[in-house]
């Protein structure tokens, strides 16, 4: 039955669980293309409305042109101690997770070569900076009482879509479900760690089973979560720009960026009266099991950016600036457990692949974005600044390695599905960043700022109006709503030396999903919980002009 079956079992597979049979999602696209308030003091001070001032490292990274505007040499570094705190509530059930991260920020320089005539180029500027792009790093965890439904019935809904037999999913001496080696149709790997786990049952003929969860009538049972995400996406920009007569000021920037991410999270339930299969018959039992899912991924890619700031009149300065898309090449890890006891079977865990990590390489691209600005200068003792800056977050996109283009659009490719996945979630996000700074004293400056980010997510994803397919054996996923940033700073300079100091307060708000709606089950019933995350950030920063 499983060589009759495997045809149709691949085509169900492609069409309708493309991401829990394949190693990334269109949620994981998301991580990968996070942007953070991240850089000098002074530049975070201020909501990173630079785009129209320059003259800071952070702006090699953000709108280019600003190198243009150094007439010294300087270098600088920016330290960074994040104190996070996440807040769940799950219909009322509110629980907190601290997590505390020291960082560094930035470090760089530039060097300016000043020019005597040349046509109105004053100077050509060259620079280097190391930069955190964004921070990853956040702990959450939480409970629900009175389950509505289990996760295990979300597994055998994604079973039976699937058409998966008992053979299917049964591991022999000469048969493994999840590497077959006949060449035949692997397995979801949710799907055999559920069988193997006891979370499903097969009813029916075992060639053409109905496959059950653990939740049926008179189930009851509480269910809890626990998540720690960490890593960063770290840049190392390359750039150079020059001055054209103290009026335009141009420049381009070439970045390469590491990413690094890390998962791991455990969905539980307690159940009662829980349904297991003995016997080839379902038996109620209380049933206590728990999902712990890692998930690695690192990368390195590459991106460009060109960037202007123009000052027709001294008082007001306006700036522009296109980033590319930076180009990844990935590698991601995957390993999930179940640990279980019922007293059907007794206490046991299932693994995946046989205890041994799944690997993947892909390419993958982040979108591109605009940035425009403006400031205006009110004397030597006020400086206004204003950046928008519009990112369309449905152009990421999933490729296989040592891709050629071939494939790109049609069915045949393997990540056509994800890639049509990432244009029904996600939508542009609009980024408004505004910043002040009011010189007390030459050399004594107070700084304020406030940013906000929209949402990148769809109404009708949030809704479960869209199909959700999470990749691996962790089904559970968030969804990101707002962001907003809070940001003041004062700032000191004496002689050739600087010295720059922020507070800066995150929030975000996002949407945690035990497992994804269908069918089978309503977004009613499945474990959602709304996720609160604020940091504060203290940063310091340093520099000397040379």
Not at 503 to 525: C, E, G, N
Request: hydrophobic fraction near 35%.
């Amino acid at each position: 039955m499983r060589n009759t079956n495997r045809l149709s079992l691949l085509l169900l597979c492609m069409a309708g669980l493309p991401a829990v049979a394949a190693a990334q999602s269109a949620m994981d696209g998301f991580q990968f293309s996070q942007n953070d308030l991240k850089g000098t003091a002074r530049f975070m001070s201020m909501g990173g409305a630079f785009g129209a001032l320059g003259g800071d490292l952070s702006v090699l990274s953000q709108n280019p042109g600003g190198i243009g505007v150094y007439r010294n040499s300087e270098m600088g570094f920016t330290l960074d101690l994040d104190a996070q705190k996440s807040t769940t509530d799950a219909y009322g059930l509110k629980t907190g997770a601290d997590k505390t991260n020291f960082m560094l920020n930035n470090i760089g320089g530039v060097a300016t070569l000043r020019l005597a005539n040349a046509s109105g180029l004053r100077n050509i500027n060259f620079g280097f900076t190391y930069q955190k792009a964004a921070s990853l790093n956040r702990k959450y965890k939480g409970s629900f009482n009175n389950l509505n439904n289990s996760m295990s019935n979300y597994i055998a809904g994604v079973t039976n879509s699937g058409g998966a037999t008992v053979g299917d999913l049964t591991t022999t001496s000469s048969y493994d479900p999840y590497n077959p080696d006949d060449g035949g149709w692997a397995a979801p790997w949710l799907s055999v760690l559920g069988y193997d786990s006891y979370l499903i049952s097969p009813t029916g003929d075992p060639d053409n089973p109905k496959w059950v969860g653990q939740w049926g009538d008179g189930t009851s049972g509480n269910g809890y979560f626990d998540v720690e995400e960490m890593g960063s996406v770290d840049e190392y920009n390359v750039s150079f720009g020059g001055n054209v007569n103290n009026v335009f000021f141009w420049g381009m920037d070439f970045g390469i960026v590491d990413f690094n991410y890390t998962r791991n999270t455990l969905w539980g339930e307690n159940l009662d009266n829980a349904y297991v299969e003995k016997n080839g018959a379902l038996t109620r039992t209380n049933s206590d099991w728990s999902l712990y899912n890692q998930y690695a991924v690192s990368g390195n890619g590459f991106n460009y950016k060109l960037g202007f700031i123009v000052k027709p009149v001294q008082e007001l300065r306006l700036g522009f600036a296109f980033h590319t898309p930076t180009w990844y090449n990935m590698n991601s890890t995957f390993y999930g457990d179940v640990d279980y006891s019922n007293a059907v079977y007794g206490s046991g865990m299932a693994q995946t692949n046989n205890g041994y990590d799944g690997y993947n390489s892909y390419n993958f691209r982040t979108p591109w974005k605009l940035l425009f600005s403006a400031a205006g200068v009110v004397g030597n003792s006020l400086i206004l600044s204003a950046d928008y800056e519009w990112e369309p977050m449905s152009g990421m996109r999933f490729s296989e390695a040592n891709w050629d283009g071939y494939y790109y659009g049609s069915m045949d490719d393997e990540y056509y599905y994800t890639n049509e996945d990432v244009k029904s979630i996600y939508r542009s996000t609009n980024t408004f960043r505004v910043g002040a700074e009011y010189r007390v004293t030459p050399q004594f400056s107070l700084r304020a700022g406030f940013a906000n980010v929209s949402s990148p997510v769809k109404t009708e994803a949030k809704n479960g109006a869209v199909d959700m397919y999470p990749a691996g054996t962790n089904p559970s996923y968030t969804l990101d709503n707002t962001t907003t940033y809070i940001t003041c700073g004062l700032g000191y300079r004496y002689q050739r030396f600087s010295i720059d100091l922020a507070y800066v307060y995150k929030h975000r708000t996002s949407d945690f999903y035990a497992y994804p709606p269908d069918t089978k089950v309503s977004l009613s019933s499945v474990p959602t919980a709304s996720l609160t995350t604020n940091h504060s950030q203290i940063v310091l920063s340093a520099s000397v002009r040379l």
